[in-house]
């Protein structure tokens, strides 16, 4: 008998974890139990983001989307959930169409990761790779560095190639804008209409 | 058994993004409450993400020429800060939504309707 292989069975965990609770997402009734079950599977995520060498992501996952985005959506529930909308129920003929669509999504899906041969898992037993932390090259990537690449590139084109520098700058940018766009439309019109 | 000695590829890896992506789909398509089909979004964006970083490990293949290297993981990142971006704004909408017409059902929200 082989060796149990942790790698796989930490995979297998939270593979479980992940899914299973985003199962119980689109199940569950009520608005509350939903947020927890979606923190509990984009957590187990963060873990598989970890087993798949990405450390920096894995942490960026937990830190935003856990620690950030998810207590935004917690404290949309605790202000919108009242009475009649903490569990509005579905009608049946929608869980039935819904519940089609996942059934021929999932057959399409799952057959199309499995049929290519280099997906799978066929690596030979003396396989190993070396785990180098991704944090020091995700950041020069992001400056327009790429140190993993830098034989790549075509003479030419090396001064013009910087890599992610002008999508970080974008994606900083509309990060402002959408801050102050969310401020704007959230801002309380009561008080402007007692003046 | 099977697969507790064996080693995970990149299909393993995949076959849970597409339970994820389908979760978040029906989450969209079959829940009433605003904050729900945020919530349906939100799964999709992580199960397209499990793909990024799965295509761009080292670990889930021996044939590295094919990866896709670092680039999985900047898109993957890039897919974090703009999902947050998309809740902050989709939060401020619907909070005005239910500051407006005190209701956060979804079916309710037909106003442009033609």
Not at chain 1, 152 to 179: C, N, Q, T, W
């Amino acid at each position: 008998m082989d060796a149990i292989n942790w790698h796989s069975c930490l995979f297998l965990l939270f593979a479980t974890m992940a899914s299973g609770f985003a199962v119980a997402v689109v199940l569950a009734g009520n608005i509350v139990r939903m947020a927890l079950y979606l923190i509990l599977s984009l957590g187990a995520t963060a873990g598989l983001f970890f087993l798949a060498g990405a450390d920096f992501v894995g942490a960026m996952q937990l830190m935003i989307y856990v620690g950030g985005t998810l207590v935004l959506l917690v404290f949309g529930v605790m202000l919108t959930a009242q009475g009649p909308f903490i569990s509005l129920k579905t009608q049946a003929g929608d869980w039935v169409l819904g519940l089609l669509l996942a059934g021929c999504l999932l057959a399409v899906l799952v057959p199309a990761a499995f049929s290519v041969a280099d997906w799978r898992n066929d690596k030979p037993a003396d396989f190993v790779a070396v785990q180098q932390d991704t944090a020091a090259r995700l950041g020069m990537g992001l400056l327009g560095v790429r140190v993993d690449r830098l034989e790549d590139r075509p003479e030419p084109l090396k001064a013009g190639m910087s890599s992610y520098l002008l999508p970080f700058e974008i994606v900083s940018v509309h990060l402002l804008v959408v801050l102050v766009g969310a401020a704007y439309l959230a801002r309380s019109k009561r008080r402007a209409a007692t003046n | 058994m099977g697969l507790l000695t064996q080693s995970v590829g990149v299909s393993h890896f995949m076959a849970v993004g597409a339970i994820m992506f389908v979760c978040g789909v029906v989450c969209m398509a079959t829940k009433r409450n605003a904050l729900g089909v945020l919530m349906g979004i939100e799964l999709v964006l992580n199960g397209a993400n499990l793909n990024f970083v799965a295509f761009g490990s080292d670990f889930l293949r021996t044939d590295k020429s094919y990866s896709l290297g670092l680039d999985g993981n900047f898109v993957a990142l890039f897919v974090i800060v703009l999902a947050a971006a998309e809740a902050a704004v989709a939060l401020a909408i619907a909070l005005n939504f239910y500051n407006n017409h005190s209701t956060i059902d979804v079916d309710r929200a037909d106003e442009l309707r033609g």
